[in-house]
């Protein structure tokens, strides 16, 4: 595996007799990177049925799901605790879980069960409480609520604009045979007790739903006052409540006892459910059994002395590397830890083909880099970093903080990347927390105010037109090094067409930058002016000074004219030739190529317009929020570099000479301004790699690897030797 590619991946065959299954599997879980092919399904086999150990995994798995979710327990997050198991054999695990399973599920579940019946009975005392306290304005028993062998009575609500209805109504269908008490609410209705004859009861109801008469829920049972009625309700209210609250502290109890060794039996569970799944990828036959997998090649010294350890002489390990490879084989990169947000957000694009680079390790630094340019200040880069330090300590200590900011907790290590390029690049620009009046820019070309000549400090006109270079010339040197990339990995692969291509390309594409920067960016018609000389590009060294000869950039003894036909055209003519050989995809491809090699530079603008627009929103609260506070900073000088200087310039009348930071302006620029920007500067980063970098060199289109391995947060291993001396068949 190079520096960037992504592993070679080899196919290992492991034969070896039946008896040791579960040994080869743990093994091949111990190893860590061995993804199963499925091989059954190629030969058209029938699936194994499960034995009787593995059924009951899954059925006691259902059951200790219950409980998990019974004692809110979290899975995903570590307790604290690590329960040290022997998972050797299946049997042993299912040990381990029945005596989580017998010592506590019995108590859980009449717990809910008590739990359940306690808050239905509170949910109903409640409702009587509700309905009495309705009826307490009627002054009516529940109890002679309802039918009779003479009459039927009903109490509800009926809304305030139909009381009149309702009394005619009952008038005309009952010829007045009706009582009707009727109450106005606050809540725009009217409560009301009707009694009629019971042979009336259809034709009222009739008339009662007609006219949205709400009826009250009269509970069954209940005697006596509407007072009596809710008092009791009351009284079992606070009893349930009281019995709801013991049986919930006995619930905690449990937890803060049991409750590591819970997760622990149901991680063991889930770990026992996957090798189960995974049998239906193993071939077996009468003594043996048959395994194929892709693993790195880099790792093939390793899989054979693991297996070995657990199986003994009863296998046989061999290695192939098939010619499908190149179409079927997974994608598997490896980069250190720290860059693993890095390379999760190159995987959200596409996962790496095998003929591509892995720009991970290149895109660790360039993101934050880039990044630290748009969002440029000190001060709200070390609250970036701050983030990111607090999400890398809550990965250490297994916090889990949900799944919004769960992005943020996983990408501890790209935030504390990020805001150490931006503290950097608000160093170089002198910003901190949106404030340009505590320290000076280390890199003078962006200082911000100027002398003009006749000893008067003035604004420093020419920053913005510097900042745009910078932009500019920053994305030229990123564009080239996804060329460079490009050139070698059509090198490595030996497509001499595109290998061809990406040489002229390259070449074209810093002719066009020299000649921008080397020779005039205001007049195209200066590339070819016949006479004169034409000045070398150096990348970022000559901002500040200009164009052409600018006494930074070397001179060459070439004419602009000649410079652009070697340097513009004639790679050009090469490219358009290579390309045209490739049919229409290379017609495509140099189409792509002309067009992006000046909207792709020209994209990278936005790290000027992004870091401007938070310099003016910044200093939109400085200028229209009163400070109140200028915080004073004392000069600082570090290594000869000047960081705070004694007097500052300031547009501001009321503020004072010393550096110093309008503390209010700060306080909600950050707030807003820094959590927008943030935001703003980030997505415009990714776009930049993903749209004008990745064009030049990265194709994804891989399939991701996926080894075969026991992810464990709640249990560690005891590992055991195991004796053989079986033959393979």
Same mark, same amino acid.
């Given at each position: 595996?190079? @520096?960037? *590619?992504?592993?070679?991946?080899?196919?290992?065959?492991? &034969?070896?007799?039946? #008896?040791?299954?579960?040994?080869?599997?743990?093994?091949?879980?111990?190893?860590g990177a061995f993804e199963f092919m499925d091989v059954r399904r190629q030969a058209g086999l029938i699936e194994v049925k499960r034995n009787r150990d593995e059924e009951t995994v899954f059925s006691v798995l259902d059951r200790l799901e219950k409980i998990v979710l019974s004692l809110d327990l979290n899975p995903t997050r570590s307790t604290g605790h690590v329960l040290e198991i022997d998972d050797s054999t299946l049997q042993k695990s299912?040990? @381990?879980? *029945?005596?989580?399973?017998?010592?506590?599920?019995?108590? &859980?579940?009449?717990? #809910?069960?008590e739990l359940m019946i306690a808050k239905t009975e509170l949910d109903r005392q409640r409702g009587i409480r509700d309905v009495a306290n309705s009826l307490k304005p009627l002054g009516v028993d529940p109890s002679l609520i309802g039918t009779t062998d003479y009459t039927f009575t009903t109490a509800g609500l009926v809304p305030s604009g139909r009381s009149g209805e309702l009394k005619w109504s009952l008038q005309e269908v009952t010829e007045g045979a009706f009582t009707l008490n009727l109450l106005p609410l606050k809540g725009g209705a009217h409560a009301c007790v009707i009694t009629v004859p019971i042979e009336m009861m259809?034709?009222?109801?009739r008339i009662l739903s007609a006219l949205e008469f709400e009826v009250f829920p009269i509970p069954e049972g209940e005697s006596g006052t509407p007072e009596e009625i809710v008092e009791k309700a009351q009284t079992k209210m606070e009893?349930?409540?009281?019995e709801i609250v013991r049986l919930q502290q006995r619930k905690i109890t449990i937890k803060k006892e049991w409750g590591f060794r819970v997760l622990a039996a149901w991680e063991t569970l889930q770990i026992e459910k996957q090798r189960i799944e995974i049998k239906s990828q193993i071939v077996y036959t009468d003594q043996s059994i048959k395994i194929w997998g892709w693993i790195p090649e880099s790792r093939e010294a390793e899989l054979e002395p693991i297996l070995r350890e657990r199986v003994g002489s009863a296998l046989e390990v061999t290695f192939d590397k098939p010619d499908f490879a190149d179409h079927e084989a997974p994608t598997c990169i490896s980069n250190p830890a720290v860059m693993k947000p890095t390379e999760d957000v190159v995987k959200a694009f596409g996962i790496p083909s095998r003929h591509d680079l892995d720009p991970t390790k290149i895109m660790f630094i360039s993101f934050p880099l880039i990044f630290g340019l748009v969002f440029a200040d000190i001060g709200q880069g070390i609250l970036i970093f701050i983030i990111g330090l607090a999400a890398w300590r809550a990965n250490k200590k297994g916090d889990d903080w949900g799944a919004i900011m769960g992005y943020v907790q996983n990408g501890a290590y790209g935030l504390m990347m990020m805001g150490i390029f931006a503290v950097f690049g608000g160093f170089l620009f002198g910003s901190f927390f949106g404030a340009e009046t505590v320290f000076e820019p280390i890199w003078p070309t962006f200082a911000h105010f100027i002398d003009d000549g006749h000893g008067h400090m003035i604004i420093n006109p020419y920053r913005a037109t510097h900042m745009l270079k910078l932009s500019i010339e920053v994305g030229a040197i990123?564009?080239?090094?996804?060329?460079?990339?490009?050139?070698?990995?059509?090198?490595?692969?030996?497509?001499?067409?595109?290998?061809?291509?990406?040489?002229?390309?390259?070449?074209?594409?810093?002719?066009?930058?020299n000649l921008l920067f080397g020779v005039s960016y205001s007049s195209v018609s200066d590339w070819f002016n016949p006479s004169g000389q034409v000045n070398l590009w150096v990348p970022i060294a000559g901002i500040g000074?200009?164009?052409?000869?600018?006494?930074?950039?070397?001179?060459?003894?070439?004419?602009?004219?000649t410079f652009s036909l070697l340097a513009f055209i004639v790679p050009m003519v090469i490219m358009a030739l290579a390309s045209f050989k490739g049919g229409m995809d290379g017609i495509v491809l140099f189409l792509e190529y002309a067009i992006g090699m000046i909207s792709h530079t020209v994209s990278y603008a936005r790290i000027f317009a992004l870091n401007t627009v938070h310099i003016i929103l910044s200093g939109v609260f400085f200028t229209l929020i009163p400070a109140i506070i200028y915080i004073p900073f004392p000069e600082l000088t570090l290594f000869g570099v000047e960081l705070i200087p004694a007097t500052v310039h300031s547009t501001d009348a009321l503020a004072p000479h010393y550096a110093h930071l309008p503390l209010l302006g700060a306080i909600i620029g950050t707030f807003i301004v820094g959590i927008l920007e943030g935001l703003l500067g980030f997505m415009h980063t990714l776009r930049l790699h993903f749209v004008e970098w990745f064009s030049k060199?990265?194709?994804?289109?891989?399939?991701?690897?996926?080894?075969?391995?026991?992810?464990?947060?709640?249990?560690r291993l005891i590992i055991t030797e195991v004796q053989a001396s079986y033959a393979v068949q």
């Open positions: 595996m190079g @520096l960037m *590619s992504p592993e070679k991946m080899i196919v290992a065959k492991i &034969v070896s007799h039946r #008896d040791f299954e579960r040994q080869v599997l743990l093994g091949i879980e111990q190893f299912l040990e @381990l879980v *029945s005596e989580v399973i017998t010592s506590i599920e019995t108590e &859980v579940l009449e717990i #809910d069960t259809d034709a009222v109801e009893s349930l409540g009281e990123h564009i080239m090094l996804g060329i460079i990339l490009n050139i070698y990995n059509q090198f490595k692969h030996k497509q001499k067409s595109a290998f061809i291509v990406g040489i002229a390309y390259l070449w074209l594409y810093y002719g066009f930058i000074y200009g164009t052409g000869s600018n006494g930074i950039y070397p001179a060459i003894p070439v004419a602009p004219l060199f990265y194709h994804a289109g891989g399939v991701d690897f996926k080894p075969f391995y026991a992810k464990r947060i709640h249990t």
